[in-house]
């Protein structure tokens, strides 16, 4: 039996989509890396069941109309609606040990808190990556809303708390609003 303990949460189902049994879902990661998950779990009436993707279509990064294996229709798919997806951790883990810190996907991030290493301020939120220019940057959300960008750099990176989804980071003066120089 699968227990929470076993899973990570990495998005969330919205609403059906079409007649041919898609759902639409909002992941914390990229799209492309559900193929590396062998299933995806929900909390069905305080169990935790798997869910096998059969077929995906990206609406953009974060978002995806799924097709699951075995429901093919609207009625089906409403026990999914606005239920927490879970990926199993030790697939999450896996691929997370896969790359170097540098090279680890950023987008496994998303979702995660932003915590100074030094007295334990919470920054904010990743909401999203922004990999436009050479230097990938954490898109932040702050407790008042605004959005802080954070560069991706293993110097600035003291540990990462993977279970609580948490990363703790030291950055330089200045880069936070409110940073006195």
Known sequence: MISRDDL????????PHGVNGEISATMLCDIDLLDRFSCLVSDIDGIFVP??????RPKNEQT???KIEGIDC???LSLLVNKAIYVVKREYEALAEEYDC??????LFIGFVVIEAEGGKVIGEIVDVDDSTENVL???EDAEGREVLIPIAEEFIDG????ARRIFMNLPLGLL???DE
Not at 102 to 107: F, L, V, Y
């Open 8 to 15: 990570v949460e990495m998005g969330r189902y919205n609403k």
């Open 51 to 56: 869910f096998f993707v059969e077929g995906k």
């Open 102 to 107: 540098d090279e680890e996907p950023a987008d």
């Open 177 to 179: 609003p409110g940073d």
């Open 74 to 76: 609207d009625d089906d």
């Open 160 to 163: 990462i708390d993977h279970d």
């Open 64 to 66: 995806a109309l799924l």
């Open 138 to 140: 954490f898109v932040v």
